[in-house]
T-cell receptor, first 116, second 115 residues
Framework: GNSVTQMEGPVTLSEEAFLTINCTYTATGYPSLFWYVQYPGEGLQLLLKATKADDKGSNKGFEATYRKETTSFHLEKGSVQVSDSAVYFCALSKIGASSNTGKLIFGQGTTLQVKP | NAGVTQTPKFRVLKTGQSMTLLCAQDMNHEYMYWYRQDPGMGLRLIHYSVGEGTTAKGEVPDGYNVSRLKKQNFLLGLESAAPSQTSVYFC??????????????FGPGTRLTVT
């Protein structure tokens, strides 16, 4: 079946450090891939997405590239800030299937804590 | 636009009690979803709806029922609450997948404790 695996957290970094959060997926066909972010006490917000192989999603300094050959969608940021402290979720959706319902399959989430 | 709203924000129930969680969206979205979030398990889909009057089971539907009588509202019911249903519940909505717009919009969540 379809699944998403994220690196275990929590991840603790100093401000301005480089961030990588690994995400790999298992899916048949060609899923769309997403990163969602959840700030403390809030719901999830879409951070970025990629809908086909080699697409790069980017937003707020975060980037992720859809790598079909390694079934990965790793999240990166060159210089993190304290305000980036949140939980990050990788997710996939099987767009294009005849019974498509837009359902998302989430990874378990990775907590990022950035210290000043 | 208020986006997706959820009522209530917090609730404590005793085992065996019932309750209904309300989700409302003002974006005219066709699709709506109910998830639960538990530590270390990400979000798991409980039930979803692809249009007014339709509902379907997700990954973890047991112990829950839903209704979508109006396009803008999606209700989640617990008929007989159990401690295993202690969780944070999120509602989300999205345009239909055929639109090519894939983003789900999430509400702020309802924190439910069953004692």
């Amino acid at each position: 079946g379809n699944s998403v695996t994220q690196m275990e957290g929590p991840v603790t970094l100093s401000e301005e450090a480089f961030l990588t959060i690994n995400c790999t997926y298992t899916a048949t066909g060609y899923p769309s891939l997403f990163w969602y972010v959840q700030y403390p006490g809030e719901g999830l917000q879409l951070l970025l997405k990629a809908t086909k192989a080699d697409d790069k999603g980017s937003n707020k300094g975060f980037e992720a590239t859809y790598r079909k050959e390694t079934t990965s969608f790793h999240l990166e940021k060159g210089s993190v800030q304290v305000s980036d402290s949140a939980v990050y979720f990788c997710a996939l959706s099987k767009i294009g299937a005849s019974s498509n319902t837009g359902k998302l399959i989430f990874g378990q989430g990775t907590t990022l804590q950035v210290k000043p | 636009n208020a986006g997706v709203t959820q009522t209530p924000k917090f609730r404590v129930l005793k085992t065996g009690q019932s309750m209904t969680l309300l989700c409302a969206q003002d974006m005219n979205h066709e699709y709506m979803y109910w998830y639960r979030q538990d530590p270390g398990m990400g979000l798991r889909l409980i039930h979803y709806s692809v249009g007014e009057g339709t509902t379907a089971k997700g990954e973890v539907p047991d112990g829950y029922n839903v209704s979508r009588l109006k396009k803008q509202n999606f209700l989640l019911g617990l008929e007989s609450a159990a401690p295993s249903q202690t969780s944070v519940y999120f509602c989300a909505s999205s345009p239909p997948a055929t639109s090519g717009l894939y983003e789900q919009y999430f509400g702020p969540g309802t924190r439910l404790t069953v004692t």
